[in-house]
C-alpha cells in the first residue's frame, strides 16, 4: 500500500518531468502517449487502492518527517480513506477523459507548446492528488498551492494574448487571498494543538484545547480559503475570467477538479465545522447567496463557456449549501455527479467550439445539432442530468441537497425555496444554452457553416463515456425512498463523515418535495424550449442588461477595491519610493562618500604623525581598560 | 631593592624612547629610541621574573625562568631588525641623501 499511494502521485509527475523536459524532443504523438499513459496508470492503482479501502478502511502511510520543530511533528503521510478514495478516482479518471480529449483538441499547436500544455496538465493532477490524499493539513496545503499555480499557468496557457494573461493573474490573486486564510488558520491550529494530522485531530480528545470562540474562527478562515478556491463570493469573479485557458483546461480545472478543493476541505474538516452552528450557517447562506447570483448571471450570458462557468459557480454553491446544512455526504455525492455532467458540458462545448473554428458566441450558433449529432446528444445528457431530471446523475444528488436545506431547523423553508427557485434557474439557463446552440437557424457566416463537422473520435469517445456516467452515475446515492440500502455513497462515508444525513423530513414530505421540483424543471425546460427554440438575436434591456454585464460585480471591485489600491500604490511609488526608499539608498551613498572624504585627510603619509596616533589610541585603550574594569 | 624602582626606571626609558620616536626626524635616532623601548621592556621582564622567582622557588624550582627567556627572544628579534632596519637606512640614504622620515612621504601620491 505504502508503495501503491507513492506511485499514484509519483506517475503524473513522471508524466509532467517526460513531458516538460522533453516537449522540444518528443514528437507529438510521443506527448499525448506520455501524458495519458501515466493518468492512466494513476486512474488504475486507483482503482485498486479504492477496493482496499473498501474492504480495509482508512489507510495512512507515513513517509518521511517533514518539519520537525520542537513539539511539533509533521510527517509527510498519505492518507487513503472512504472520502478521498473518491476524489482521487474522479480526479484521475475525468482528467484521463480530459486528456485523451486533449490530444486531439489541442493537435494544432506545435509541439513544443502540445508538450509545455499536458505537462502543465499532468502537474496539475499531480497537485491535485497531494491535495486529497495529504494526511495533515500542511501536505494538503502544497497541493493547494500546487493547484492555484498550475491554474494560473493553464489559464495564461496562450500567453501571447494580454487579456489572457490578466484572467491568469486574476485567477491566481483571488487563490492568494483565500491562501492566506488558510494559512492563518493553519498557524491557528498549531498554536492550539500541536499537531495538524487528520488522525490525531479527529480522534476524540484531539480538539480538546479549542475553545469554541477557536472553532468558530478557524473554521471561518479555512471557509474563507474555499471561497477563494471554490469561487463563492466574495472571490468568485475569477473563476468565469478563466475561461480563457483552453477548453479542457476549463473542464478539467473549473468544473471537475480544483473547484471542488475546498468542497473536500470543508468535509475533511467537518468535525471541526460541526463545533460551530455560526460557521455552518454562514457557509450556507453564502452558498446559497452564490448560487443565486450565478446562476441570475448565467441567464443572459453569451458565451458558451461563460455560461457554464457560471453555472459551475452556481452548482459549487449548491455543494456549499449541503456542507453549511451538514450534509457532507450529499455535498460530495454532488462533486462526483457534477464533476461527470459538468466536464461533459464543458467538453461538449469545447467541441462546439472546435466546430467553429473557435467562436463563443451562441449568437452565432444554432441549429448545430445535425451537424454535430454526438456533440449533441451528449450535451442534451448534460443538460438533462444539470437540471435535475430523474432518474439522471444530477437529480439525485440534487434532491439530496434540497432534502438538507429543508431539514435546516429555523429557515429550511425560506433555504428549500431560494435552492429551488436557484435550480429553475439552473434548468432554464441550461436549455437556453441547449436550444440556442443546437436548434433553430444557423446563424454564423458562410465559411464556418462549411467548416462545420463533428469532432474526431479522440473527442468523441470521452464525451460518450462522460454522458453514461452521468446518467448512472447517480445510482450509488438513490435516496432510501425508493430502495432500501440505496443510499450506498452515504453509507460508505459514513467513517469518515460525522453526522450525515439525519434530516427529520417525513417520508410524504420528501415524495411531494421531489413531484414538485422534478415538475417544475420540466415545466423551466418547455418553457425554455418555446422561448428559444427559434432563437432571434435582440439587445437586452432593463434587468437583462444588468444581467448580462454580471451585475456590475467586476466593475463594483475595481472602483471600491482596485482603483484604490491602484491609488494607494501610485502614492507609494511617487512619493516613498521617491523620497524615502531611494533618499535612504542615495543618502547612506553620500555619506559614506564624504565621510572617506574627510577621513582621508588623516592618511598623511608622514610616519610620524601615525605613529603619534598609534600611541595615542594606545594610551586611550589602557585608560579605557583601566576604568572599564571596574 | 623594591620593584618599583625597576618599574619606574623602565617607565622612564619606555617615555623617553616614545617621545624620542615621536619628535625625532633622523631615521636612526628613531631606531635608537624603538631599541630602547625594547630593552625598558626587557628590564621590567627580567625584574618581574626574579621576583616571581624568589617568592615561589619552593613550589617551582623554575618559577619565572620564562620571563627571562622572553628576554632572549626580543634580543634575537631585536638584532634582526636592527640588522634589517640599517640596511633600509642605508639604501635610503643612497636613494635622498638624507635620513629625515619626513622625506619618505613618496607612497602618498
Same mark, same amino acid.
Given at each position: ?29 510521443? $506527448? ?7 493518468? /492512466? ?83 496539475? +493532477? ?11 493539513? +500542511? ?18 496557457? %496562450? ?11 486574476? @485567477? ?32 476524540? *480528545? ?142 461538449? &462545448? ?30 442534451? $445528457?448534460?443538460?438533462?442530468?444539470? @437540471? ?88 450509488? *446515492? ?29 417520508? &410524504? ?6 413531484? /414538485? ?11 425554455? %424550449? ?16 444588468? /444581467? ?11 472602483? $471600491? ?25 542615495? *543618502?547612506? *551613498? ?5 565621510? &572617506? ?18 600611541? /595615542? ?14 | ?97 638624507? +635620513? ?10
Amino acid at each position: 500500500m505504502k508503495l501503491l499511494l507513492l506511485l499514484i502521485v509519483l506517475f503524473p509527475l513522471l508524466g509532467f518531468l517526460v513531458n516538460g523536459l522533453g516537449r522540444n524532443i518528443l514528437g507529438k504523438r510521443l $506527448i499525448a502517449w506520455n501524458a495519458c499513459l501515466w493518468i /492512466l496508470g494513476s486512474f488504475v492503482l486507483s482503482v485498486i487502492a479504492f477496493m482496499t479501502v473498501r474492504e480495509e478502511g482508512a489507510q495512512v502511510e507515513r513517509y518521511f518527517d517533514f518539519i520537525k520543530v520542537g513539539k511539533l511533528t509533521i510527517p509527510f503521510a498519505f492518507q487513503v480513506d472512504q472520502l478521498s478514495i473518491i476524489f482521487l478516482l474522479i480526479i484521475t479518471g475525468v482528467g484521463f477523459l480530459i486528456h485523451v480529449y486533449s490530444t486531439s483538441y489541442m493537435k494544432d499547436e506545435n509541439a513544443s507548446h502540445y508538450g509545455r500544455y499536458f505537462s502543465f496538465l499532468n502537474l496539475f +493532477v499531480f497537485s491535485m492528488l497531494i491535495l486529497v490524499m495529504g494526511a495533515n493539513y +500542511v501536505i494538503m496545503f502544497i497541493g493547494w498551492e500546487g493547484v492555484g499555480l498550475c491554474s494560473y499557468l493553464l489559464i495564461g496557457y %496562450w500567453f501571447k494574448n494580454n487579456e489572457y494573461n490578466k484572467a491568469a493573474n486574476k @485567477a491566481f490573486i483571488m487563490n492568494r487571498i483565500g491562501d492566506l486564510a488558510f494559512l492563518i488558520a493553519l498557524f491557528w491550529l498549531i498554536a492550539k494543538t500541536d499537531t495538524v494530522s487528520f488522525n490525531e485531530l479527529f480522534s476524540p *480528545g484531539g480538539l480538546k484545547n479549542l475553545t469554541s470562540t477557536d472553532f468558530t474562527v478557524i473554521t471561518l478562515l479555512l471557509f474563507v480559503g474555499a471561497t477563494g478556491k471554490s469561487a463563492q463570493i466574495p472571490l468568485y469573479t475569477w473563476l468565469p475570467d478563466a475561461m480563457a485557458g483552453p477548453t479542457p483546461v476549463s473542464a478539467l480545472i473549473h468544473a471537475a477538479t480544483m473547484v471542488t478543493a475546498g468542497i473536500y476541505m470543508i468535509a475533511r474538516s467537518n468535525i471541526l465545522y460541526s463545533q460551530s452552528a455560526i460557521t455552518m450557517n454562514i457557509v450556507a447562506y453564502v452558498g446559497l447567496a452564490t448560487a443565486l447570483l450565478a446562476a441570475t448571471i448565467a441567464l443572459k450570458q453569451n458565451d458558451i463557456k461563460k455560461v457554464l462557468a457560471y453555472s459551475t459557480v452556481s452548482q459549487l454553491g449548491f455543494m456549499f449549501l449541503a456542507l453549511g446544512t451538514g450534509a457532507y455526504a450529499a455535498a460530495v455525492f454532488h462533486v462526483m455527479t457534477h464533476a461527470f455532467f459538468k466536464a461533459l458540458l464543458f467538453l461538449g &462545448s469545447g467541441s462546439v467550439i472546435h466546430a467553429m473554428g473557435g467562436e463563443q458566441d451562441i449568437r452565432n450558433m444554432g441549429g448545430l445539432r445535425k451537424k454535430l449529432p454526438t456533440t449533441y446528444f451528449t450535451f442534451l $445528457i448534460g443538460c438533462i442530468a444539470i @437540471a435535475g431530471i430523474p432518474p439522471l446523475s444530477g437529480f439525485f444528488s440534487k434532491d439530496a441537497i434540497l432534502l438538507s436545506a429543508y431539514g435546516h431547523e429555523k429557515f429550511g423553508m425560506v433555504l428549500y425555496g431560494i435552492a429551488l427557485f436557484t435550480a429553475m434557474l439552473t434548468a432554464f439557463y441550461m436549455f437556453r444554452l441547449l436550444f440556442i446552440t443546437f436548434t433553430g437557424k444557423f446563424r454564423g457566416t458562410a465559411e464556418q457553416e462549411h467548416h462545420l463537422h463533428e469532432s474526431p473520435p479522440a473527442m468523441t469517445i470521452p464525451l460518450v463515456i462522460l454522458a453514461v456516467l452521468s446518467v448512472i452515475g447517480g445510482f450509488v *446515492g438513490i435516496p432510501e425512498l425508493f430502495m432500501h440500502g440505496g443510499d450506498k455513497i452515504t453509507a460508505f462515508l459514513t467513517p469518515v463523515i460525522s453526522g450525515t444525513g439525519q434530516h427529520n423530513v417525513s417520508r &410524504s414530505t420528501e415524495y411531494i418535495l421531489m413531484g /414538485l421540483s422534478t415538475g417544475l424543471m420540466i415545466v423551466m425546460i418547455i418553457f425554455a %424550449w418555446f422561448k428559444f427554440r427559434n432563437y432571434q438575436r435582440t439587445e437586452a434591456v432593463g434587468l437583462g442588461k444588468v /444581467l448580462e454585464n454580471k451585475w456590475y460585480v467586476d466593475e463594483l471591485y475595481e472602483k $471600491i477595491i482596485v482603483n484604490p489600491l491602484d491609488k494607494v500604490g501610485s502614492f507609494f511609488n511617487s512619493f516613498f519610493e521617491r523620497s524615502v526608499v531611494d533618499g535612504l539608498v542615495n *543618502g547612506v *551613498g553620500k555619506l559614506v562618500h564624504y565621510g &572617506s572624504r574627510q577621513l582621508r585627510l588623516l592618511q598623511s603619509g608622514q610616519v610620524g604623525s601615525y605613529i603619534l596616533l598609534m600611541v /595615542l589610541s594606545m594610551v586611550v585603550i589602557f585608560v579605557l581598560q583601566f576604568f572599564l574594569k571596574k | 631593592m623594591p620593584i618599583n624602582y625597576y618599574i619606574f626606571l623602565s617607565i622612564a626609558l619606555f617615555c623617553i624612547g616614545i617621545v624620542g620616536v615621536l619628535t625625532r626626524r633622523n631615521a636612526i635616532i628613531i631606531f635608537m629610541c624603538i631599541e630602547l623601548m625594547l630593552n625598558a621592556v626587557n628590564l621590567l621582564l627580567v625584574a618581574f621574573s626574579k621576583m616571581h622567582h624568589l617568592k615561589m622557588a619552593a613550589v617551582n624550582a623554575t618559577a619565572g625562568t620564562d620571563g627571562q627567556l622572553f628576554v632572549f627572544f626580543i634580543m634575537v628579534v631585536a638584532a634582526a631588525e636592527v640588522s634589517v632596519g640599517l640596511a633600509i637606512i642605508v639604501m635610503m640614504y643612497r636613494n635622498i641623501h638624507s +635620513v629625515d622620515v619626513n622625506f619618505l612621504n613618496r607612497l602618498k601620491h
